[in-house]
């Protein structure tokens, strides 16, 4: 596996993570009321679709690499 | 003698013997964090007195910060890479620079983090949950530590292989990547 296909489970990984913690502190933001942790969420949730954005952007920047 | 297979990949399973190196010091890192993990569950199910929620004093921002520094690290270090096998060697020192300079910003945050706990006198022999917790991020802290060091030594003086022997140089890079 190259570094190209390590990349993709990692950013993959990533996105699951990004929205796992912007639902998490939202639902929390719900529970207290906490301003940080709105703000914290939807940052997190965005970051989840930047990186969306950027796996189909690296994955046709390196559409010529190996992915062994 | 020539060793086979140091820069071209093996005919039939496609990997050059670094790549086939750093796999399997991978997998016993694998090993290695399963089996921390592993106790950490252990320890945890297993204590009567654990800390939960506020009580571990954890600063949930800063660690927020730090995962969002490592995957950007990890963003520039596939793009230095990528810039190799691209031609574009001065877009790999950039890259490789910030990859490092990345490195540096997640050890810095650690280290306010660890502040935090030692002022409020959580050390590792404090309590169950801050022995597995030094142990484990601590752990991790020497092993952003270590890519730091490959990495410096890639982008400094390392980087002369380049003008030599460009597809070694490349997979030298990969391997410190994928580590």
């Known amino acids: 596996m190259s570094l190209k296909a390590f990349h993709i489970v990692f950013v993959a990984a990533s996105i699951l993570l990004a929205f796992g913690f912007g639902v998490w502190s939202l639902l929390d ?40 | 003698m020539d060793i086979p297979y140091v820069v071209q990949p093996r005919e039939d399973t496609g990997l050059f013997n670094a790549k086939v190196g750093i796999w399997l010091f991978l997998a016993s890192e694998v090993m290695l964090f399963g089996a921390l993990f592993s106790s950490y569950i252990l320890l945890r199910v297993g204590s009567m007195n654990w800390l939960y929620g506020e009580a571990k004093d954890l600063n949930v921002w800063l660690g927020t910060a730090n995962t969002a520094v490592l995957i950007t690290s990890s963003i520039t270090m596939v793009m230095a890479w990528a810039s190799l096998k691209l031609n574009e060697f001065g877009k790999f020192k950039a890259y490789m620079g910030a990859t ?75 391997i410190g990547g994928l580590f």
């Open chain 1, 29 to 68: 933001y719900q529970d207290h009321g906490n301003t940080a942790e709105l703000v914290g969420g939807l940052v997190s949730v965005l970051a989840g679709f930047a990186l969306i954005i950027y796996a189909k952007a690296i994955l046709r920047k390196l559409k010529n690499i190996s992915y062994l």
């Open chain 2, 100 to 174: 490092i300079l990345l490195g540096l910003v997640f050890m810095v945050i650690k280290a306010f983090e660890y502040n935090a706990k030692f002022h409020h006198g959580h050390f590792p022999a404090s309590h169950t949950f801050y022995a597995i917790y030094f142990t484990l991020t601590g752990l991790h802290a020497l092993h952003v530590l270590g890519g730091m060091v490959v990495n410096s030594f890639y982008w400094g003086p390392g980087s002369k292989m380049w003008k030599t022997d460009p597809v070694r140089f490349t997979n030298r890079v990969e």
